[in-house]
T-cell receptor, first 113, second 113 residues
Framework: GEDVEQSLFLSVREGDSSVINCTYT??????LYWYKQEPGAGLQLLTY?????DMKQDQRLTVLLNKKDKHLSLRIADTQTGDSAIYFC?????????????FGTGTKLQVIP | DAGVIQSPRHEVTEMGQEVTLRCKPI?????LFWYRQTMMRGLELLIY????????DSGMPEDRFSAKMPNASFSTLKIQPSEPRDSAVYFC???????????FGPGTRLTVT
């Protein structure tokens, strides 16, 4: 079955880069996503990468995908206090004609001023 | 677009009472999802609708839970009777059929005493 794993917690200093890691088990994933959840809010889609890509960059965000190792990472450059949130990795699989999305447990990012 | 709208934002009720949570998806999206989030179990998919039809309700925990989508712009999740272990944040999300990113509402925080 599908399983998406993340470390629970990451602490970085403001201005440093943050790297949040994720591993997944199903090699037939079609898309992989990063979502951000701020306190008291829903999950916000940050970025996604198609499974045949290795890297995607969007302003301060860089997503790296290693399909061989089933490893996904999100790098946030110049981390700001506003980046403090829980970050969820998710994978999407074709299941009976629709995209079944499995979420990881989330990584809580704490940015220290 | 206002995004996914959920109501109420907070609900406190006594055990045994009926609870109805409401969701308005993003206009034009034809897939709708109900999720539950708790510290212990993370984010769980309860039910998924496509074009107003329930496709996968395998995540609905018990018969006490029911969901409807009478039209493309409205869905309800009902718990009857409610129990303390139903306390959680319930999220509604929507997406386009051919697009796999999901857009989450702000959630309803349910407390059953």
């Amino acid at each position: 079955g599908e399983d998406v794993e993340q470390s629970l917690f990451l602490s970085v200093r403001e201005g440093d880069s943050s790297v949040i890691n994720c591993t997944y088990t199903d090699s037939s994933s079609t898309y992989l996503y990063w979502y951000k959840q701020e306190p008291g809010a829903g999950l916000q889609l940050l970025t996604y990468i198609f499974s045949n890509m290795d890297m995607k960059q969007d302003q301060r965000l860089t997503v790296l995908l290693n399909k061989k190792d089933k490893h996904l990472s999100l790098r946030i450059a110049d981390t700001q206090t506003g980046d403090s949130a829980i970050y969820f990795c998710a994978e999407s699989l074709n299941s009976g004609g629709y995209q079944k999305v499995t979420f990881g447990t989330g990584t809580k990012l704490q940015v220290i001023p | 677009d206002a995004g996914v709208i959920q109501s109420p934002r907070h609900e406190v009720t006594e055990m045994g009472q009926e609870v109805t949570l409401r969701c308005k998806p993003i206009s034009g999206h034809n897939s709708l999802f109900w999720y539950r989030q708790t510290m212990m179990r993370g984010l769980e998919l309860l039910i998924y609708f496509n074009n107003n039809v329930p496709i996968d309700d395998s995540g609905m925990p018990e018969d006490r839970f029911s969901a409807k989508m009478p039209n493309a712009s409205f869905s309800t999740l009902k718990i009857q009777p409610s129990e303390p272990r139903d306390s959680a944040v319930y999220f509604c999300a929507s997406s386009l059929q051919m697009e796999t990113g999901r857009y989450f509402g702000p959630g309803t925080r349910l407390t059953v005493t």
